[in-house]
């Protein structure tokens, strides 16, 4: 086997060449790019709808399909506007805004905040390791100068985060602002430190239903899919006849007006949620939710990345309706950072929805012989951050033997876009239609790419580029001993296979039951 050498990347090469990968192959795009984009604003192209998809069905599968007790749902977009009251979206769902006077740039004041506090620390990290260069100098002199300074501006970014900390909590807005002119932060643009007060800026995007002005109501674009299954609750768990514990899921779009909106899917104004609400006996929600949180590390695990690619984020500060809360956190090329998060929350929704509707939201326990509003269990997990983090990990760029580079993803072969390519040698003698006869075959299982243009080395290496795990190659000799030789994306390798054998072969590589059984 060749030598192959992996380039390592910085975490910014990466995730630059991630972004510029995925428009040259077709997997996302700026959202009307003829119009010069509308920010934070994507679409998946050909490839890209293909792994979403493909990374939506194994998340359904291994939610719905594996576990008797949940079923899937498909609820509305718009929902009735008193849902966001209920849920507490109109009053709460905010962030704290502020606006440079003279740029006019509006920037979230605790961004602002934690990003000057996070260059602080950033400075204080490079002293102590000056400081331990001294140290191994016997510089000793200079060492203890260096600590002292580093204690002292250690201990004012602990009191800054305190006081933003209790301003925040206190929604004291007025301190907000008295932190930022503190810290003396200017505006990246205009240099100056002329600011507004800050202003809560509610997330959610609102527009009109109806025709006629006068009797349209303001109605909002979801910013989580959650509440299309809370009310729908009973609905489904009288018509499925379903006892608790059971779960419903769902998948789809969830609007926020973001304003720090960056870091290419990773935050967007339009983006998609997975999300699955567990309903529970009263008392029982914590067993529960570190239940949900094995399970679904167990599933992240399945993918196979590396297991040190995730980590455990347990919320101290709680959010209102929660009594206990965590995120599943993912190395992206920026970072650790929010990829799920798991949440009990009581039975805050459903209570909420009973007294704004005043529709009664209990589940009668046949074994308790009692009415009562069951505990919910969440998971919710963004599709975007799914897809950034499979590309983050399947990205690769290699350099081979003879000299000659490849960037190759390395998506789990159940989840790449294409599964197979076929690949006539040359366009004649017969080897067109010998390879369309095998692509006939393997399209009623799998999603294939016939191509027959351009050499076979940079058919292969195209292949490689959108994370096609097998490539057959058809040539002359096929016809007479019906074989094909079938390359291996990862490895490179290749062997002459019988074309009878192709199913099976093909299956047994791409088929997505071995994850499956390993989540049973
Ligand atoms: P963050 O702290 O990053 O803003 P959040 O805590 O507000 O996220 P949740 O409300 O818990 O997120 O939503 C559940 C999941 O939805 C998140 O774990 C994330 O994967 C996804 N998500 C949330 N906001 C966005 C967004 N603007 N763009 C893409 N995905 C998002």
């Keep these: 086997m060749s030598t192959v050498i992996t380039r390592k990347l910085s975490g910014e090469e990466l995730f630059r060449n991630i972004i510029s990968h995925c428009k040259e192959y077709g997997f996302i795009f700026q959202s009307s790019e003829i119009y010069d984009g509308l920010s934070a604003v994507y679409d998946y192209g050909q490839m890209g709808a293909e792994l979403k998809k493909n ?22 977009i718009f929902m009735h506007p008193t849902t966001w009251k209920a849920s ?63 204690l002292e501006n250690q201990k004012k970014i602990d009191e800054i985060n305190i006081r933003f900390k209790n301003a925040l909590e206190a ?30 800026f509610n997330l ?28 729908n609750f009973l609905n489904v768990q009288k018509t499925g006849r379903m006892k608790i514990p059971f779960g419903i899921a769902q998948t789809g779009k969830a609007f926020r007006n973001e304003i720090v909106a960056r870091q290419f899917i990773f935050r967007m104004r339009e983006f998609e949620q997975m999300e699955m609400q567990f309903f529970v006996k009263p008392g029982t929600e914590l067993e529960w939710y570190e239940k949900w949180k094995t399970t679904r590390i167990a599933w992240h695990h399945s993918l196979g990345f590396p297991q040190s690619k995730y980590r455990f984020h347990d919320h101290i500060k709680l959010a209102h309706y929660a009594n206990a809360a965590c995120d599943i956190e993912f190395e992206f090329p920026f970072g650790f950072k929010e990829l799920e998060g798991i949440h009990s929350r009581t039975d805050f929704d459903l209570r909420n929805h009973e007294h704004y509707s005043g529709k009664k939201q209990q589940y009668f326990d046949p074994e ?37 580079t490849r960037v190759v993803l390395r998506i789990p072969p159940f989840l790449a876009p294409y599964k197979v390519a076929v690949l006539p040698l040359v366009k004649k003698d017969g080897l067109p239609e010998k390879a369309r006869e095998i692509m006939d075959r393997l399209k009623l299982d799998h999603l294939c790419l016939y191509e027959e243009k351009d050499s076979i080395g940079k058919r292969y290496r195209r292949m490689d580029a959108i994370g096609t795990p097998i490539c057959l190659t058809i ?10 030789t079938l390359r291996d994306r990862d490895s490179m390798q290749q062997e002459r296979v019988a074309i009878d054998r192709l199913a099976d072969l093909v ?10 059984l390993q989540l049973i």
């Design 507 to 516: 299956h047994a590589r791409v088929s997505l039951q071995r994850q499956l």
């Design 171 to 200: 929604n004291d807005l007025a301190e907000v602002k008295q932190i930022i002119l503190d810290l003396e932060i200017t505006c990246a643009v205009s240099g100056t430190r002329n600011w507004t007060d800050v202003r809560q």
């Design 368 to 404: 308790e012989n009692a009415n009562y509003i069951p505990y919910v269990v969440e998971t919710s997990i963004g599709l975007d951050r799914l897809f950034l983090a499979t590309l983050s990990q399947a990205y690769t760029e290699e350099q081979l033997e003879d000299g000659s």
């Design 88 to 150: 507490g979206h109109v009053d709460a769902f905010n962030d704290p805004l502020i606006d440079n006077k003279d740029s006019k740039k509006r920037y979230r004041a605790d961004v602002l905040i934690e990003e000057h506090v996070a260059k602080i620390e950033a400075k204080i990290n490079k002293e102590v390791e000056k400081a331990a260069a001294r140290f191994e100098n016997f510089d000793e002199a200079m060492f203890r100068a260096t600590n002292a300074r580093v």
């Design 204 to 231: 959610m995007f609102s527009t009109q239903l109806g025709s006629l002005s006068e009797e349209s109501s303001t109605i909002y674009l979801r910013p989580e899919t959650a509440q299309g299954i809370f009310v």
């Design 475 to 484: 040539d002359h000799q096929t016809l007479e001993d019906h074989m094909v």
């Design 55 to 76: 990374l939506r069905d194994y998340w359904w599968k291994a939610m719905v399909q594996l576990n008797e007790n949940i079923v899937g749902i498909d609820a509305a």
